[in-house]
């Protein structure tokens, strides 16, 4: 099957279980800016930062995977999603982004200011940065989305808080 179908020419996508919904949507808008989270996220990756931080941008990547399922599924949906048994991101998913981000700050990472991002001259580490005003970005369209009537799950709104703070915590360290 090609890439290329023309269904979106007239400026409708596809969601889980055959729904349709505007490319200007809230909802699409969410997704496009995880879509462009994880591929900020691999441009850190492909910069070559420390092991550690490696395995921890793989299992976010992992994450958005099925946090983007979540997203593109409307709430009548959910359950349906459930029993499928896809991908989702869990309110222990939140719990363990904070406890990464804590054990790095026991390790002395502390906030002294606005950061410069890349000034360290490491492209590992600006690219945590530029992830992570994508993360802030995407946090602000996922609440957008629910503001608007539109619930999205407390745990999915919620990682994007706490993930764009590990970024920001990677940035200073990878």
Not at 28 to 34: E, F, M, P, S, Y
Not at 48 to 55: V, Y
Not at 94 to 123: Q, Y
């Amino acid at each position: 099957m090609s890439i290329i179908t023309g269904r979106g020419d007239e400026g409708q996508t596809d969601l889980l279980f055959g729904k349709r919904i505007a490319k200007t949507s809230l909802r699409v808008d969410a997704l496009g800016l995880v879509d462009e989270l994880n591929a900020a996220l691999g441009l850190a990756r492909a910069a070559g930062p420390t092991d550690e931080a490696l395995s921890i941008i793989d299992d976010i990547q992992e994450k958005l995977v099925g946090l983007m399922g979540q997203i593109a599924c409307l709430p009548e949906d959910e359950e349906r999603y459930r029993e499928k048994g896809y991908a989702a991101v869990h309110p222990e998913d939140v719990t363990a982004l904070e406890t990464i981000a804590k054990e790095h700050e026991a390790r002395g990472v502390r906030f002294t200011g606005w950061a410069r991002p890349g000034a360290e001259g490491s492209m590992a580490r600006a690219g945590m940065d530029f992830a992570r005003t994508i993360a802030r970005r995407a946090e602000r369209a996922v609440l957008a989305l629910h503001e608007s009537g539109e619930r999205v799950p407390q745990e999915v709104r919620l990682y994007f808080n706490r993930l764009s703070d590990l970024l920001w915590i990677l940035a200073r360290v990878s």
